[in-house]
DNA sequence: GGTTTACACTAGCGCTTGCTTGGTTGATCT
DNA sequence: AGATCAACCAAGCAAGCGCTAGTGTAAACC
């Protein structure tokens, strides 16, 4: 019982995991069904996770993980404009939540499964993303690009881009790409000054 | 058994399972659990719900039906303009989420656990719901107070209000009015007039 | 060559689940 | 006074739940 490594194999059963909770939700979802996906039986299921609650645990980590290298990295690769930045932001945020998709449903919507000290320790990780954005958002109150409460407008925008989970189709013609720039220009009008921006649309 | 009814008593154990899904989600509450809530054994309970699934559609309905009165009714009493018009659909729709939290809350997050059938009742109801709020929104974009693509801009809107019941605080000093407010400016800000809007498009 | 390790299996325990059954109560109607 | 009816209860069934115990096996390591 390796309960805290990171075999690819049980990388790979965290994946198919994510799959079936959101198909089925956590509760719904039995550990004999998540074993037949993975091809195996439900007592060998214990060997690579303590109990289901560990695997949503890994679930959720995997999906907020990648989201939070992601932002960062998107951060690193753009220019230092507050439009510029939070474009990326709002991209990265769009990128992870189709690329992930079923891991951050996940945790968007099983959160409060979790028990306490699993809630504790992915809620470390959450906040380290928040803040991300809460600086970035900080940055576009001061450089008048939006214009509101600090808390307000990103929970706001926090609100407009998670609910894309609900309605967004990966075959449909909008990219992640095409949301975030429609986003930002909702709550970031371009026709004030920075004549260099007139140029999309 | 009792099944379409809607009995004065019928509709109080309506509202105490709204609480009790919200408390611990649809699938991990008990019908032992519901019935002691409403002080009674759990064999009575099915005198007044064919099953557990019945209990649900009726919380997710009775949520819905409010909303959609709260909204036409803010629609007939408020001004003609756009912004108006949008400022109250903002305002109903939070004043909603305050209210009938509970039931909004079941609707948002366990919504799949609905069977088919109910399924396709309800979303009738919802349909009738979000049609009211893209015809503001339209307005909103005829008249110029917002900018960009029709589809997107309700999707995100009603993502940024749904959000909501996610933080919050009916407690707190921010009233549904003043979030509705701050939403408002923050996609139609105040600050060009509505004659200087000949450029655009 | 012997021991360890990783991974899988079978079998089932103890408990909870949604729901049913068969029956009782007290108020209301005829 | 008898019938009706909504509302409730005690008891329990069949199915399914998470998880455990004990074992087998093939590759990796010393």
Redesign the pocket.
């Known amino acids: 019982m390796?309960a805290v490594n990171e075999?690819p194999?049980?990388k790979e059963l965290t994946r198919l995991a994510a799959q079936l909770f959101v198909q089925e939700g956590f509760?719904?979802?039995?550990?004999?069904?998540l074993?037949q996906e993975?091809?195996?039986?439900?007592?060998?299921?214990?060997?690579?996770f303590?109990?289901?609650?560990e695997i949503l645990a890994a679930v959720i980590e995997e999906g907020t993980q990648n989201a939070l290298s992601l932002a960062r990295q998107a951060l690193e690769n753009c220019g230092d404009s507050a439009r510029e930045r939070l474009h990326a932001m709002a991209r990265a945020h769009l990128e992870t939540l189709l690329t992930d998709r079923n891991a951050h449903v996940v945790a968007l919507y099983e959160w409060r499964r979790l028990d306490a000290a699993a809630r504790d320790h992915l809620s470390h990780l959450r906040d380290a993303y928040e803040t991300l954005w809460e600086q970035v958002i900080d940055e576009a109150l001061e450089a008048g690009l939006v214009h509101g409460d600090r808390f307000l407008v990103s929970r706001f925008v926090m609100g407009a881009l998670n609910w894309t989970v609900r309605w967004y189709d990966p075959e449909g013609a909008r990219k992640p790409e095409d949301l975030a720039h429609e986003l930002v220009a909702m709550i970031a009008p371009a026709t004030q000054r920075t004549a260099a921006e007139s140029t999309k649309v």
Chains 1, 2 share one sequence.
Request: charge should be positive; charged fraction near 35%; hydrophobic fraction near 25%.
């Open positions: 390796n075999s194999r049980r509760d719904r979802t039995t550990v004999r069904m074993a993975m091809g195996i039986k439900s007592g060998s299921l214990f060997h690579h303590r109990d289901k609650q």
